[in-house]
């Protein structure tokens, strides 16, 4: 079965300093690929995904992901962290070939420090 | 345009009580779907529907039923409420399920059985 990995439960930056959130899938295949934000006491809002198009997605609120295959991931970024960032961030995956159900990672915490 | 809405917010359940949680979309969506989101463990997929009329299980779907009478509504039920359901309750929707067709999530439902 299709699997996500967030490499990193929590990550802790400073302000101004890049963010670099990991996720890794499973399948030879490549997936369809999503990052979601959750800020507190609230649902999920899509901040990118892959869509084949480019391997790089720029997304909302400067983060953009990377996609490599060789490395199965796609990797989370944002170069200059600003205090409003702080929230849980999910990959999620959806295997190519007609499958309704997203998978979702784990989640990682973002922490931005002053 | 209030996208995806659930209903209730916040809940206090007694061990062996019943509960429906009520989802609304008014975005003409297709799929539908009913999450649970426990600290560490992500969101699970408890079942989903990929139209009116049809329900199917997914990850975690023990102690919950489903109805999707209506196309703009998802309904969760729990029969018999256990202190392990336990957790916040999120309902997505979108326009089908395949490709890279996104989910758009409601605000949650914070469910605490005692």
């Known amino acids: 079965a299709q699997s996500v990995t967030q490499l990193g439960s929590h990550v802790s930056v400073s302000e101004g300093a890049l963010v670099l959130l990991r996720c890794n899938y499973s399948?030879?295949?490549?997936?369809?690929l999503f990052w979601y934000v959750q800020y507190p006491n609230q649902g999920l809002q899509l901040l990118l995904k892959?869509?084949?198009?480019?391997?790089l997605v720029k997304g909302i609120n400067g983060f953009e992901a990377e996609f490599k295959k060789s490395e199965t991931s796609f990797h989370l970024t944002k170069p200059s962290a600003h205090m409003s960032d702080a929230a849980e961030y999910f990959c999620?995956?959806?295997?190519?070939?007609?499958?309704?159900?997203?998978?979702f990672g784990k989640g990682t915490k973002l922490t931005v420090n002053p | 345009n209030a996208g995806v809405t659930q209903t209730p917010k916040f809940r206090v359940l007694k061990t062996g009580q019943s509960m429906t949680l009520l989802c609304a979309q008014d975005?003409?969506?297709?799929?539908m779907y009913w999450y649970r989101q426990d600290p560490g463990m992500g969101l699970r997929l408890i079942h989903y529907?990929?139209?009116?009329?049809?329900?199917a299980k997914g990850e975690v779907p023990d102690g919950y039923n489903v109805s999707r009478l209506k196309k703009q509504n998802f309904l969760l039920g729990l029969e018999s409420a256990a202190p392990s359901q336990t957790s916040v309750y999120f309902c997505?929707?979108?326009?089908?399920?395949?490709?890279?067709?996104?989910?758009?999530f409601g605000q949650g439902t914070r469910l605490t059985v005692v």
């Open positions: 999620a995956v959806k295997p190519q070939g007609g499958s309704e159900k997203l998978v």
């Open positions: 975005m003409n969506h297709e799929y």
């Open positions: 529907s990929v139209g009116e009329g049809t329900t």
């Open positions: 997505a929707s979108s326009w089908n399920g395949t490709g890279n067709t996104e989910a758009f």
């Open positions: 399948s030879s295949v490549p997936p369809y």
């Open positions: 892959y869509t084949s198009a480019a391997t």
